[in-house]
Nanobody, 119 residues
């Protein structure tokens, strides 16, 4: 059983910063891709940023130059440093992991953490 546990969400004023963390645990051989998604009320879930095992990153245009994704492969953990936050960044943020385990190549999602940015 593989679990992803997110932490670090909360309430912050516009212009502030937050750092999200997501730790994967369980029967994992290797985690290939890790990513952060978000879903605002009434909107579809969207990709925020992703990172490969080797460190190659991809960002949504709306967060480029403000957010930074990183990972610690030894800890199976992915981070999202969010700076210069805007009210439109308010959403539930979910992490995901594509990994190899005893059952093959699978994908798992975290339970989500709420980020609220006040104006």
């Amino acid at each position: 059983q593989v679990q992803l546990v997110e932490s670090g969400g909360g309430l912050v004023q516009a212009g502030g910063s937050l750092r999200l963390s997501c730790a994967a645990s369980g029967s994992i051989f290797s985690i290939e891709r890790m990513g952060w998604y978000r879903q605002a009320p009434g909107k579809q879930r969207e990709l925020v940023a992703s990172i490969s095992y080797s460190g190659r990153t991809n960002y949504a245009d709306s967060v480029k130059d403000r957010f930074t994704i990183s990972r610690d492969n030894a800890k199976n953990t992915v981070y999202l440093q969010m700076n210069s936050l805007k009210p439109e960044d308010t959403a539930v943020y979910y992490c995901s992991a594509d990994f190899f385990g005893p059952s093959g190549y699978l994908e798992r999602w975290g339970q989500g953490t709420l980020v609220t940015v006040s104006s």
